[in-house]
């Protein structure tokens, strides 16, 4: 438990005349907190049910967390809000938009097409390479229970033709068949010119239409697929299907894989495609079918309609603006896009338009682009890049009932969403967005329970929390505040789980950085050196029972950064010179009874971090040399003063060190800002035997890592990181035993 420094810091030899520059110091890159030994309390629930233990972000810097025996976790740090992670994709429940707690594992990218697989589970395409962990070039089956299918076809492609490699454009499944189309040269290793087709047990089917493209263009591909009556109708920027013209529009059959007689009017520009019956239904920017000859036009502004036999129809709804989607429920045809106008009648990029190509007196209007459209159980789905839908406040999803009224379902995303689909009971959505559930503010301190979810917990700090105590129903905080839920609390309070700020106000002068807890006494290290008007420098302690400073002075020399206890003897760190009349630089150890022992390694800089079993005291800084030996970041000593060979060289580089350790049975797990031990890259956090054995645990974090608790379902890591293994998680996550990230 200690202080956690900032991203960058110059770290030099800090005299006791440093006072100034370590406030300007804090003032630049934060200070830190330890967590704490789990003991007591609880948390109260929110509504949105995550998928997996911990998938929340915050806006800012976690620098402590703490759990408590209820498996609720306390953040503390400087930050005022949390979100749900989603990662771009989520599985919604179509009644009350919470996201399902199964059928969602994690995708490491960017999806572009979703369709259902029958049995409750989902065929996907995209740019990703990773799904759950597991291997998958883009193509994956989720099955309805979340675990990955062994469906993944592999697909090749030609960059040299088309300026960049594969893409998956569209899926439509018939039967245990998975038509896949897109932009790809090979199946598995078996050549197919942009479209394929791949049984669900993962064979390759002989059908091979070979596709060319528009080459004028710089991103062609098949965008669109439907399956009726043995045909494959696909839609795109599309130039030749087996040497034939089908500029833009195909019929392919599945028997032989060779176009049909179907020529649709030359149309350009398409961006959505759906099938009812015996009709093609058209949008995009198009303003006519045909060819640019004036007399071989067929006018129509963004909407068309197509009979199977390449006849256009007199469906003419004439949008004044772009159609970016279509859904055709109960023979009503639903339009989204960019358009304000449709047949003349006012229509803010939603509209519903009947067979005869009228609009409908459904109206609920949107403020921005709807891109896609699902109709389910009586209700419109919709998701674009509107921030408001039928009058009512809606980020980017929104549902509606016959009448246009808008409905509950308001699953609060915080960014644009392209794609949805449904089933009777869920919906899976995918887009820009990175979370979902809404913003929940929170000033400084927070708290997940152990389902995942983001509890009502909430007493707020005016500034920053660094570091955090559990004893009992008591959260104890300390940092660079001074007011808590409105209240006056100088660097020290405690709140309890309820979220009732204790009525314990003691007053101290300066900042804290460390917390520690053991024999009914809390332990409080920092910057101050008055409390209640009374002197203690640096660091203090106070009965936990009744919360009264006890006489217990050791009268530090300079600041305390960290702390640990075992059994009747704290050891400090910081950056002091002496123990009241002893010399000790920068480590000591300390009796309950207020003895200072012999204990002094001496290292040649700034300690941030000590966990002890009793047996070996574990020391993390920013440090070179211990006791006069070689020690890079990270060293341990016994009780008695020997420095043991535990040596793992974190880093070697300026900046370099440990700002958090915890030690598990025979595993010292480290965090901070480096980027190797003992040689191996190692980022930003790592496990070592302590027999300085590395593990191959490597979570392989994005940034620094400032506090570290260890439970029964992970490592949990808090710090100033936005991505663990490639996968978004800004300042808080858990990460499994195999090193991979919930």
Same mark, same amino acid.
């Given at each position: ?95 009350? &938009? ?10 490491? &990218?960017?999806?572009?097409? %979703?369709?259902?697989?029958? !049995? ?42 088309? +300026?960049?490699?594969? !893409? ?63 045909? %494959? ?47 093609l239904y058209l949008g995009g920017t198009f303003t006519y079918l045909g060819t640019v000859t004036p007399d071989t036009r067929i006018f129509r502004n963004r909407l068309a309609a197509i009979k199977t036999d390449g006849t256009v129809t007199d469906w003419n709804p004439d949008a004044d603006g772009t159609v970016e989607s279509l859904a055709v429920v109960n023979g009503t045809i639903y339009v989204g896009g960019s358009f304000t106008a449709i047949g003349g009648v006012a229509r803010n990029y939603l509209a519903a338009i009947d067979t005869n190509g009228l609009v409908t ?69 995918? +887009? ?224 370099? !060190? ?19 031990? +003992? ?39 808090? +710090? ?23």
């Open positions: 438990m200690g202080y956690k420094p900032g991203l960058t810091k110059l770290v030099q030899d800090l005299r006791a005349t440093m006072l100034v520059s370590l406030a300007m110091l804090l003032s630049a890159c934060g200070g830190g907190g330890g967590g704490a030994v789990p003991s007591g309390g609880g948390g109260t629930g929110n509504t949105i049910t995550l998928p997996s233990a911990l998938r929340v972000n915050t806006n800012g810097i976690v620098y402590a967390i703490a759990q408590d025996d209820f498996g609720t976790l306390y953040l503390g740090g400087s930050f005022t809000n949390l979100k749900y992670v989603t990662s771009r994709h989520a599985l919604l429940n179509l009644t009350d &938009g919470d996201l399902f707690t199964t059928g969602h594992p994690e995708i490491n &990218g960017a999806l572009t097409t %979703v369709i259902p697989d029958d !049995q409750g589970g989902w065929y996907i395409g995209g740019y990703f390479t990773t799904v759950a962990g597991v291997p998958r070039a883009g193509l994956a089956h989720i099955r309805a229970d979340g675990s990955v299918g062994d469906w993944g076809p592999v697909l090749d492609g030609n960059a040299l033709t088309y +300026g960049t490699t594969v !893409q998956i454009g569209a899926l439509v499944k018939l039967g245990d068949v998975i038509y896949i189309a897109g932009r790809f040269t090979a199946v598995d290793g078996v050549p197919r010119t942009h479209l394929a087709a791949v049984r669900t047990d993962g064979s390759l089917v002989d059908w091979a239409p070979k596709i060319d493209y528009r080459l004028v263009l710089t991103d062609p591909r098949i965008r669109f697929m439907a399956v009726s009556g043995g045909i %494959v109708y696909v839609g795109g920027e599309i130039d030749l299907v087996e040497g034939l013209q089908r500029p833009n529009l195909a019929a392919i059959r599945i028997s032989d894989g060779m176009p049909t007689a179907f020529v649709s009017p030359a149309i350009r520009d398409l961006s959505a495609m759906v099938l009812d019956g015996d009709t007196s459904w109206d609920p209007g949107t403020n921005g682009i709807v891109r896609a459209i699902a109709g389910v159980n009586g209700n419109i789905y919709i998701a674009g890049d509107f921030t408001n839908a039928g009058g009512v406040a809606r980020n980017y999803l929104a549902a509606f009932d016959t009448s246009s009224m808008p409905t509950s379902w308001d699953p609060k995303a915080d960014n644009p969403v392209s794609i949805i689909a449904a089933l009777s009971d869920r919906i899976y959505v995918a +887009g820009g967005f990175a979370s979902l559930g809404g913003v929940f503010p929170r000033n400084n301190l927070a708290a997940i329970d152990a389902e995942g979810r983001i509890t009502d917990w909430a007493p707020g700090t005016n500034d920053t929390v660094r570091d955090l105590a559990v004893v009992d129903n008591t959260i104890y905080i300390g940092g660079s505040f001074t007011t808590l839920d409105g209240m006056a609390r100088t660097y020290l309070a405690a709140v309890h789980t309820d979220g009732i700020v204790s009525d314990w106000s003691p007053v101290l002068n300066q900042s804290v950085f460390s917390l520690a807890t053991g024999n009914n006494i809390l332990y409080v290290g920092g910057l101050f050196t008055r409390i209640d008007g009374i002197p203690r420098s640096y660091l203090a302690a106070f009965d936990t029972s009744d919360d009264s400073l006890t006489n217990w002075d050791p009268n530090m020399g300079n600041f305390v950064t960290a702390l640990a206890i075992s059994d009747d003897t704290i050891y400090a760190g910081g950056a002091f010179r002496s123990v009241g009349a002893f010399n000790r630089t920068r480590l000591a150890a300390i009796r309950a009874d207020g003895t200072v022992l012999d204990w002094a390694p001496a290292p040649n800089s700034l300690i941030y971090a000590l966990e002890t079993d009793g047996n070996t005291i574990y020391i993390g800084g920013s440090f070179t040399v211990m006791d006069g030996l070689s020690r890079y970041g990270a060293a341990a000593v016994l009780p008695d003063g020997t420095l043991t060979p535990w040596d793992p060289v974190v880093g070697k580089g300026t900046g370099q !060190q440990v700002n958090t350790i915890r030690l598990v049975n025979d595993t010292v797990y480290i965090g901070g800002s480096f980027q190797t031990v +003992g040689g191996l890259v190692r980022r930003q956090v790592a496990a070592i035997r302590t027999d300085g054995t590395i593990m191959d645990w490597d979570p392989d974090l994005s940034s620094t890592v400032l506090d570290i608790v260890v439970s029964r379902r992970g490592v949990f890591v808090g +710090g100033s990181f936005n991505l663990v293994n490639t996968l978004e998680r800004r300042s808080i996550a858990l990460i499994r035993p195999d090193g991979t990230v919930e």
